[in-house]
């Protein structure tokens, strides 16, 4: 008797946590290995949103989006929520509660240039006089003294495909790039093994101008109770181990 009782618990647990297991939708930003493998659906941010998820028995899907088209992704489609930087104060813009998770990976960005060029790259201001070519929406992100720059550099761009970034100061038609240190080396490597590099700069060392604060990404959720199972389970995770045996996956791919 005793032994059926406990049978009967154990079966009603596991049906209470099936019911209140949910399949989640969640955008994210395209075209940023090695954080985001597209083709895949996979990378280092989106295993660390779906593992924190599997803990409380979720499972997600992730629509990958444009920058640009996050926000109207949100608003327009049935999502439970969108990987952005934190900072992003997608409540204010589209008018409706937003819950934000804990932080889920830090993001940083910098200006990168051939170290024999012996830039003086010391703020945002000494990119003035230089051909820079930034990410896509690089003004959006990267605060008002970065927009003023980008607003008086008339050699100033941006792109969305980040892999012509690493082309494009190889080829020497750059001087700088705006780029996420990982991201830049994910490009550059796979270049490099596909002979996509300008062999006259192939063996220049470059330098890492540390001249933006690092970015804390996030999930923004619209329902309380999700935020509050991923925030859950990302603790669990970074406990156990397994976010930094993620971490250590993607860095070198």
Same mark, same amino acid.
Request: without cysteine.
């Given at each position: ?11 009603? !647990? ?56 996050? !926000? ?182």
């Amino acid at each position: 008797m005793l032994l059926l009782k406990h049978v009967l618990l154990s079966m009603t !647990l596991s049906l209470s946590f099936v019911a209140q297991a949910k399949s989640l939708q969640i955008a994210i930003g395209s075209q940023l290995p090695p954080y985001v493998l597209e083709q895949m659906s996979a990378g280092m941010e989106v295993d660390i949103i779906r593992e924190a998820f599997k803990v409380k028995g979720h499972t997600v899907s992730f629509q990958f989006v444009p920058n640009l088209r996050l !926000l109207r992704k949100l608003l327009n489609e049935k999502l439970d929520g969108t990987a952005v930087n934190s900072s992003y104060d997608i409540a204010k813009e589209i008018n409706m509660p937003i819950y934000n998770s804990d932080t889920t990976i830090i993001y940083h960005n910098f200006a990168i240039a051939f170290a024999y060029k012996n830039f003086q790259i010391q703020s945002v201001n000494d990119l003035v006089n230089k051909r820079v070519l930034g990410f896509q929406n690089a003004i959006k992100y990267l605060g008002s003294a970065y927009a003023a720059m980008a607003v008086n550099n008339d050699d100033y761009r941006e792109h969305p495909i980040q892999s012509l970034q690493v082309k494009q100061l190889y080829a020497g038609r750059i001087d700088v790039v705006i780029s996420e240190k990982r991201i830049f080396n994910y490009w550059k490597n796979h270049a490099e093994s596909e002979g996509y590099l300008f062999r006259k700069n192939i063996n220049k060392k470059l330098k890492f101008h540390n001249i933006f604060e690092a970015s804390h990404r996030n999930v923004k959720f619209v329902d309380r109770s999700t935020r509050d199972d991923f925030n859950q389970g990302l603790r669990i995770i970074k406990e156990n181990g397994l976010y930094q045996a993620i971490i250590k996956k993607y860095e070198n791919i």
